[in-house]
């Protein structure tokens, strides 16, 4: 079983910074990627960025070069630096951990989920 512990989400003012984390546990290894989703009232949990098991990033459009993902295997920890925050960033943001495969492009799938952590961004 594998365990996901967010934290670091809160009340920030636009243009302000955050950085969440999340702490894995259980049977888990440094080589699963991991990944943060988000999911705003009334819309769906969407993909925010990923990091696979060799160090590499994805992001949706909408963060890049706002949000850096970040991993340390030692602690088995992803981190998620935020900067320039927009109200629109308002959401429930989930940590997961799950599986990559290569078709042509590498594609991740997340398996295990965290409880979430609320990040609010006020205008």
Known sequence: ??????????????GGSLRLSCAASGSIFS??????????PGKQRDLV???SSG???KYAD???GRF????????N???????SLKPEDTAVYYCNAGSQYRSGALYYTPEYWGQGT??????
Do not use: F, H
């Open 55 to 57: 160090g590499s990033t």
């Open 1 to 14: 079983q594998v365990q996901l512990v967010e934290s670091g989400g809160g009340l920030v003012q636009a």
């Open 118 to 123: 609320q990040v609010i961004v006020s205008s």
């Open 62 to 64: 909408s963060v890049k």
């Open 77 to 83: 920890t992803v981190y998620l630096q935020m900067n």
């Open 49 to 51: 960025a990923w990091i």
């Open 31 to 40: 080589i699963n990627p991991m990944g943060w989703y988000r999911q705003a």
């Open 68 to 75: 850096t993902i970040s991993r340390d295997n030692a602690k």
